[in-house]
């Protein structure tokens, strides 16, 4: 199983990025998918997360209104479209996958330990 994740990159504050996701050796429409950040010095925090159910998008408060997660099952792959970007936004973005979610009961992306596969991480630096 790889996730393997693409897409950082530096931009000014203010600007946008797309960071994206493909996996291979899942069938990601089973799974739960998601992003999570550490920044330097920080803990790994998670972003976003988008579940299988229903394609439900869930934020953290700091993403909210600022960031999109969606995607392309047919793709086997997902983004995090990210506005309006932040010099605190700043971090190294991992995508991850937890489940299968055969049942579509919905399963939940929030804490380090959710996740069953993880990507390499992309870097995004926003600066001026």
């Known amino acids: 199983v790889q996730l393997q994740a693409s897409g950082g990159g530096s931009v000014q504050p203010g600007g946008s990025l797309r960071v994206s996701c493909v996996a291979s050796?899942?069938?990601?429409?089973?799974?739960?998918v998601g992003w999570y950040r550490q920044a330097p010095g920080k803990k790994r925090e998670w972003v976003s997360s988008?579940?299988?159910?229903?394609?439900?998008?869930y934020y953290s408060s700091s993403a909210k209104g600022r960031f999109i997660i969606s995607r392309d099952n047919a793709k086997n792959s997902f983004s995090l479209q990210m506005n309006n970007l932040k010099p605190e936004d700043t971090a190294v973005y991992y995508c991850a996958a937890g489940g299968p979610d055969p049942n579509r009961l919905g399963y939940v992306l929030r804490t380090e330990g959710d996740p069953d596969y993880w990507g390499q991480g992309t870097l995004v630096t926003v600066s001026s």
């Open positions: 050796g899942i069938a990601l429409d089973l799974y739960t």
């Open positions: 988008i579940d299988s159910a229903e394609n439900n998008p």
